[in-house]
T-cell receptor, first 115, second 112 residues
Framework: GAVVSQHPSWVICKSGTSVKIECRSLDFQATTMFWYRQFPKQSLMLMATSNEGSKATYEQGVEKDKFLINHASLTLSTLTVTSAHPEDSSFYIC???????????FGPGTRLTVL | ELKVEQNPLFLSMQEGKNYTIYCNYSTTSDRLYWYRQDPGKSLESLFVLLSNGAVKQEGRLMASLDTKARLSTLHITAAVHDLSATYFCAVVFNTNAGKSTFGDGTTLTVKP
């Protein structure tokens, strides 16, 4: 149990386009999901906390109008990178928190390349 | 400031040797996690440490937590090549609403 999926696993897009990444908890309900970004050879940086049915909470320095997060159900959160630019190229990883387990379960990640 | 410091950042070991990775954190926490990341992959959960004195072992890896010293260790026993990866500790600080703060990671290379 406690499987988290992400789709797509990789995407290449042109500068100025928008890209949507889905994060699903497959076998449990997640009231809280987290979105991270990881640049090559660096650690994970938390971008935002996504709560089902409410607005996401963004970390300092993360543009909420650029990185749109929607947590529509207890098993799905989406991250939309709007008007993507080459500097948005990164590895995006989501995680879902399973209550009573005191643990986050991580998705396999989405590699975004903006040309 | 909420900080998590890992050391060393890079570690090259011979197979069969032992070594310890250290994770220090800046303020009170009741939850600490260790993860493994292989190149191009996401995180794999290794250990969940939830109380002072907690010790967990899985195979050649053993993790411990000292909340008073704000220190966790990941000990590697008789390293093998398959352990080559980047290891992260992550701390959920009591004042940070359940969010994890990650260390910079320790890249381990085990050589024959």
């Amino acid at each position: 149990g406690a499987v988290v999926s992400q789709h797509p696993s990789w995407v290449i897009c042109k500068s100025g386009t928008s890209v949507k990444i889905e994060c699903r908890s497959l076998d449990f309900q997640a009231t809280t999901m987290f979105w991270y970004r990881q640049f090559p050879k660096q650690s994970l940086m938390l971008m935002a906390t996504s709560n089902e049915g409410s607005k996401a909470t963004y970390e300092q320095g993360v543009e909420k109008d650029k990185f749109l997060i929607n947590h529509a159900s207890l098993t799905l959160s989406t991250l939309t990178v709007t008007s993507a630019h080459p500097e948005d190229s990164s590895f995006y990883i989501c995680s879902a928190e399973r209550e009573a387990y005191n643990e986050q379960f991580f998705g396999p990640g989405t590699r975004l390349t903006v040309l | 400031e909420l900080k998590v410091e890992q050391n060393p950042l890079f570690l090259s070991m011979q197979e069969g040797k032992n070594y310890t990775i250290y994770c220090n954190y800046s303020t009170t926490s009741d939850r600490l996690y260790w993860y493994r990341q292989d190149p191009g992959k996401s995180l794999e959960s290794l250990f969940v440490l939830l109380s002072n004195g907690a010790v967990k072992q899985e195979g050649r890896l053993m993790a411990s937590l000292d909340t008073k010293a704000r220190l966790s260790t990941l000990h590697i026993t008789a390293a093998v090549h398959d352990l080559s990866a980047t290891y992260f500790c992550a701390v959920v600080f009591n004042t940070n609403a359940g969010k994890s703060t990650f260390g910079d990671g320790t890249t381990l290379t085990v050589k024959p």
